[in-house]
């Protein structure tokens, strides 16, 4: 079983829907990230969350320490928010060393 | 402020040969880490530097080495180059080992032919 698992693996959306991806993780973690990647391989860090919820924009992040669980979700999605989108966590013994999921294929159609 | 630079972007090389990689961290930053993204494996961790010290190092065959220098680059060498070894292959620097944000390079492009 990977130590982070994200559900779904691939998405499609209309314009304008609400989206949600879950990660669910294994290990203790110091720190849970939510990255995206756009085609040509480029990754942008979305959000860092030791606790609670962060928002940015349309985008917002949420983690649940005691369930080991966090969801990334997107309001009134937009066919520019087609990307991957990965989870990976920093356990509190490795340092700067991020464990990633699988990530999750998100395309959004106009 | 600069982002993180990865040199070269793309790179075809044959088998056997042998390639070096190089990032270059966002200023001030002095942790580097490398990963390797495969279709078939995803995002894999190859090591981690810190103050030029190996720190950390992912489950990889000896033929893959990196080192850091002074100025916090860091360079990752792959030799005997594999068909397998074709891969994106990704630094991340942040401020610190500890809980500090991770910031991607856009990656080399390597192909083994």
């Known amino acids: 079983k990977n130590e982070v698992e994200q559900s779904p693996q691939n998405l499609t959306a209309q314009e304008g829907e609400f989206i949600t991806i879950n990660c669910s993780y294994s290990?203790?973690?110091?720190?849970l990230h939510w990255l995206q990647q756009h085609p040509g391989g480029g990754i942008v860090s979305l959000f860092m969350?030791?606790?609670g919820k962060k928002k940015h924009g349309r985008l917002i992040a949420t983690i649940n320490i005691q369930e080991k669980h966090s969801s990334l979700h997107i309001t009134a999605s937009h066919p520019r928010d087609s990307a991957v989108y990965i989870c990976?966590?920093?356990?509190?013994?490795?340092?700067?060393?991020?464990?990633f999921g699988e990530g999750t294929q998100l395309t959004v159609n106009p | 402020k600069a982002g993180v630079t990865q040199t070269p972007r793309y790179l075809i090389k044959t088998r056997g040969q042998q390639v070096t990689l190089s990032c270059s961290p966002i200023?001030?930053?002095?942790?580097v880490s490398w990963y390797q993204q495969t279709p078939g494996q995803g995002l894999q961790f190859l090591f981690e530097?810190?103050?030029?010290?190996?720190?950390n190092k992912g489950n990889f065959p000896g033929r893959f080495s990196g080192r850091q220098f002074s100025n916090s680059r860091s360079e990752m060498n792959v030799s005997t180059l594999e068909l397998g070894d074709s891969a994106l292959y990704l630094c991340?620097?942040?401020?610190?080992?500890?809980?500090?944000?991770?910031?991607f390079g856009q990656g080399t492009r390597l192909t083994v032919v």
């Open positions: 969350l030791s606790s």
């Open positions: 290990v203790g973690i110091s720190a």
């Open positions: 990976a966590v920093r356990s509190r013994t490795s340092g700067s060393r991020l464990t």
């Open positions: 991340a620097s942040s401020f610190h080992r500890e809980v500090t944000e991770a910031f």
């Open positions: 200023s001030g930053h002095r942790s």
């Open positions: 530097y810190f103050s030029e010290t190996q720190r």
